[in-house]
Protein backbone atom coordinates (compact mmCIF):
# COMPACT_ATOMS: atom_id res chain seq x y z
CA UNK A 1 0.00 0.00 0.00
CA UNK A 2 1.58 3.68 -1.30
CA UNK A 3 0.87 6.13 0.79
CA UNK A 4 -1.61 7.79 -1.48
CA UNK A 5 -3.76 5.20 -1.50
CA UNK A 6 -4.20 5.88 2.65
CA UNK A 7 -7.33 8.24 3.06
CA UNK A 8 -6.40 10.74 5.58
CA UNK A 9 -5.51 14.61 5.93
CA UNK A 10 -2.26 14.10 8.01
CA UNK A 11 0.95 14.52 5.85
CA UNK A 12 2.84 12.29 8.24
CA UNK A 13 1.44 8.94 8.30
CA UNK A 14 3.93 5.89 8.89
CA UNK A 15 3.20 3.78 6.24
CA UNK A 16 5.61 1.11 7.17
CA UNK A 17 3.39 0.60 10.91
CA UNK A 18 0.12 0.64 8.64
CA UNK A 19 1.50 -2.08 6.61
CA UNK A 20 2.93 -4.15 9.47
CA UNK A 21 -0.55 -3.67 11.53
CA UNK A 22 -2.70 -4.51 8.42
CA UNK A 23 -0.60 -7.67 8.02
CA UNK A 24 -0.74 -8.62 11.63
CA UNK A 25 -4.69 -7.54 12.59
CA UNK A 26 -6.80 -10.71 13.00
CA UNK A 27 -9.69 -11.93 10.51
CA UNK A 28 -12.75 -9.67 10.39
CA UNK A 29 -14.77 -13.30 11.46
CA UNK A 30 -12.41 -12.93 14.78
CA UNK A 31 -13.19 -9.53 15.43
CA UNK A 32 -16.90 -10.52 15.24
CA UNK A 33 -16.62 -13.45 17.34
CA UNK A 34 -14.62 -11.29 19.95
CA UNK A 35 -17.84 -8.66 20.19
CA UNK A 36 -20.14 -11.83 20.79
CA UNK A 37 -17.87 -12.41 23.45
CA UNK A 38 -17.71 -9.10 25.46
CA UNK A 39 -21.18 -8.64 24.85
CA UNK A 40 -21.48 -11.69 27.30
CA UNK A 41 -19.94 -9.54 30.05
CA UNK A 42 -21.76 -6.81 28.89
CA UNK A 43 -25.35 -8.15 31.18
CA UNK A 44 -25.27 -7.90 35.21
CA UNK A 45 -27.20 -11.09 35.71
CA UNK A 46 -24.79 -13.05 33.84
CA UNK A 47 -21.81 -10.87 35.36
CA UNK A 48 -22.98 -12.19 38.79
CA UNK A 49 -23.20 -16.16 37.40
CA UNK A 50 -20.06 -15.33 36.23
CA UNK A 51 -18.69 -14.29 39.82
CA UNK A 52 -20.12 -17.14 41.17
CA UNK A 53 -18.96 -19.36 39.35
CA UNK A 54 -15.52 -17.96 39.87
CA UNK A 55 -15.58 -19.23 43.22
CA UNK A 56 -17.17 -22.59 42.54
CA UNK A 57 -18.65 -25.22 39.96
CA UNK A 58 -22.59 -24.87 40.95
CA UNK A 59 -25.37 -26.05 40.76
CA UNK A 60 -29.13 -24.32 38.93
CA UNK A 61 -30.46 -24.17 42.13
CA UNK A 62 -27.36 -22.92 43.87
CA UNK A 63 -27.37 -19.76 41.74
CA UNK A 64 -30.92 -19.33 41.70
CA UNK A 65 -30.53 -19.43 45.35
CA UNK A 66 -27.58 -16.89 45.53
CA UNK A 67 -29.24 -14.82 42.59
CA UNK A 68 -32.25 -14.94 44.23
CA UNK A 69 -33.79 -15.72 40.73
CA UNK A 70 -35.71 -18.72 39.23
CA UNK A 71 -34.75 -21.85 37.75
CA UNK A 72 -35.95 -20.51 34.11
CA UNK A 73 -34.33 -17.62 34.22
CA UNK A 74 -31.22 -18.55 35.21
CA UNK A 75 -31.07 -21.28 32.58
CA UNK A 76 -31.65 -18.92 30.18
CA UNK A 77 -28.45 -17.10 30.80
CA UNK A 78 -26.62 -20.21 31.58
CA UNK A 79 -27.77 -21.48 28.40
CA UNK A 80 -26.48 -17.99 26.59
CA UNK A 81 -23.36 -18.57 28.34
CA UNK A 82 -22.85 -22.41 27.28
CA UNK A 83 -23.09 -21.40 23.80
CA UNK A 84 -20.57 -18.90 23.98
CA UNK A 85 -18.39 -21.16 25.59
CA UNK A 86 -18.22 -19.24 29.05
CA UNK A 87 -19.20 -21.88 30.98
CA UNK A 88 -19.84 -25.38 30.66
CA UNK A 89 -21.63 -28.31 32.48
CA UNK A 90 -21.43 -31.60 33.49
CA UNK A 91 -24.40 -34.30 34.99
CA UNK A 92 -24.04 -35.44 38.11
CA UNK A 93 -27.28 -38.17 38.88
CA UNK A 94 -30.50 -35.77 38.48
CA UNK A 95 -28.28 -32.70 38.76
CA UNK A 96 -26.20 -30.43 36.46
CA UNK A 97 -23.62 -28.76 37.50
CA UNK A 98 -22.01 -25.30 36.10
CA UNK A 99 -18.13 -23.96 35.86
CA UNK A 100 -16.41 -21.40 33.71
CA UNK A 101 -14.97 -22.90 30.68
CA UNK A 102 -11.50 -22.25 31.06
CA UNK A 103 -8.89 -20.09 32.92
CA UNK A 104 -9.44 -17.61 30.18
CA UNK A 105 -12.64 -16.53 30.65
CA UNK A 106 -11.64 -16.67 34.60
CA UNK A 107 -8.86 -13.92 33.59
CA UNK A 108 -10.81 -11.57 31.56
CA UNK A 109 -13.80 -11.44 34.57
CA UNK A 110 -10.83 -10.92 37.20
CA UNK A 111 -9.10 -8.32 35.22
CA UNK A 112 -12.43 -6.31 34.35
CA UNK A 113 -13.23 -6.45 37.76
CA UNK A 114 -9.92 -5.36 39.05
CA UNK A 115 -9.85 -2.72 36.67
CA UNK A 116 -13.53 -0.80 38.02
CA UNK A 117 -12.21 -1.22 41.37
CA UNK A 118 -8.72 0.64 40.64
CA UNK A 119 -10.56 3.06 38.65
CA UNK A 120 -14.05 3.78 40.75
CA UNK A 121 -14.29 6.97 42.47
CA UNK A 122 -11.73 8.68 40.05
CA UNK A 123 -13.97 10.11 37.66
CA UNK A 124 -13.43 10.52 34.05
CA UNK A 125 -11.26 12.98 32.81
Known amino acids: MLKKDLVTDIDA ?42 TSELCVLDICSVLNMTKSAVSHQLSTLRQMRVVKSRKEGRSVFYSLDDEHVTQVFEMGLAHVVHTKGKGEE
Open 13 to 54: IHTDKVELLLKSMSESEDYALLTKFFKIFADETRLKIIAALN
